[in-house]
């Protein structure tokens, strides 16, 4: 069962200097898995909620990304198109409902830090959820009043184990606990929200290590 894009051969990949670095999210909590062509090549097999890919090189262009339910190519779920820059780096996310899925392009981090600190930003990808907070156990504010797809700014906090806390936003209403979110020095994180206040599959928060120094690929 594969989960990821399509590798290049050691001869393709020479022969492109043009090269982006791609991942891809499943965030669309009552969508079936998928199958995701890129101008009708399959790349990604059989990709399920919550599930992300791993970064893979792929040539500079305009793709045409297509989205089937798994093994039934009758009709898209989504189709939408793609372009990728050279030395670009993004997570495309699956978004939204089944009813109103969407594609999103979210730009990772090009730059390697080295400051000895951890960077980590917050997207909201729950349809169902209200803006939120982002907090420590005791109320301290990290990202405040973040709505639905919106994604914040990277911002450097200490390398260390945290236990996060998803209030609704500008109240002490708790909606999600993560515990033990262990961040590493020199590196990069997004969380993201996924999954549905009050119904399956429940509201929950992806870690996910950005950009492809950290051999995400």
Do not use: C, W
């Not at 009552?30 to 909620?49: R, S, T």
């Not at 305009?62 to 989504?78: F, Q, W």
């Not at 156990?137 to 990202?143: A, Q, V, W």
Request: aromatic share 8%; proline share 6%.
């Amino acid at each position: 069962m594969r989960k990821d894009f399509k590798y290049l051969s050691q001869i393709e990949y020479m022969q492109y200097t043009s090269l982006g670095y791609v991942r891809v999210l499943h965030a669309v909590p009552d969508a079936p898995n998928v199958d995701i062509y890129a101008n009708d090549k399959l790349i990604v097999e059989n990709l399920a909620f919550g599930e992300l890919t791993k970064y893979l090189p792929v040539p500079e262009g305009t793709y045409t990304i297509s989205l089937y339910a798994t093994g039934d190519k009758s009709k898209p779920v989504l189709q939408n198109t793609l372009t990728i820059n050279k030395d670009k780096i993004m997570t495309i996310a699956a978004a939204n409902t089944v009813n109103n899925i969407t594609l999103i392009a979210i730009p990772d981090t090009t730059m390697k830090n080295e400051t000895n600190k951890s960077v980590i930003r917050f997207m909201h990808l729950s349809p169902n959820a209200p803006a939120v907070d982002i907090t420590l156990p005791d109320g301290t504010i990290i990202f405040s009043n973040i709505s639905y797809e919106q994604l914040t700014q990277y911002v450097e906090v200490e390398p260390t184990n945290y236990n996060l806390q998803v209030r609704v936003a500008g109240t002490s209403n708790v909606v999600l606990t993560v515990p033990n979110v262990k961040l590493e020095p020199n590196r990069a994180y997004t969380i993201y929200a996924i999954g549905l206040v009050g119904s399956k599959p429940e509201l929950q928060a992806l870690l996910a290590t950005d950009g492809i120094s950290y051999n995400n690929y």
